[in-house]
């Protein structure tokens, strides 16, 4: 049997060069997985920097649904949080509280918490994470 060629195939005319194509789709989606996977990392280093300026450890930065536990721990909010940063809209109320309140740990206003923290947090964590701003503990109750 003798294989036949794309430009001999109806309606496939000028193809020739799409051999190796699927190649090029296998490329960008690795690509796409390696710059997904370098900014996860990145932005768990630094929110793991943040854990470590309230005595958690660092490591935690990267393990999905610990740090945001412990973010709700270092802010003074309870665990069940985590349940309502689960659900689609709701989650928008719980993120803008937990971020307030974390901003309120490290001296920052509502203000600037909401702005750079729940809005812009690729900018508001690297700041918390490599200013000179301290951490404070939530008042006991």
């Excluded at 740990?105 to 000179?132: C, D, T």
């Amino acid at each position: 049997m003798e294989e036949e060629s794309v430009e001999s195939m109806p309606g496939m005319e000028g193809m020739s060069g799409m051999e190796g194509m699927e190649g090029a789709g296998a490329g960008a989606s690795l690509m796409g997985i390696v710059i997904y996977l370098v900014v996860y990392v990145a932005f768990g280093l630094i929110i793991g920097k943040v854990l470590g300026k309230a005595g958690k450890p660092v490591w935690a930065g990267l393990v999905p649904i610990y740090n945001l536990y412990l973010l709700l721990e270092i802010s003074g909010k309870p665990a069940w949080w985590i349940v309502g940063m689960l659900i689609p809209c709701v989650n928008l109320y719980f993120a803008i509280m937990l971020s307030i309140a974390l901003g309120e740990r490290f001296g920052k206003s509502a203000g600037w918490s909401v702005v750079l923290l729940a809005l812009f947090g690729f900018i508001g964590y690297p700041m918390l994470a490599f200013g000179s701003d301290s951490y404070s503990p939530p008042p006991k109750s």
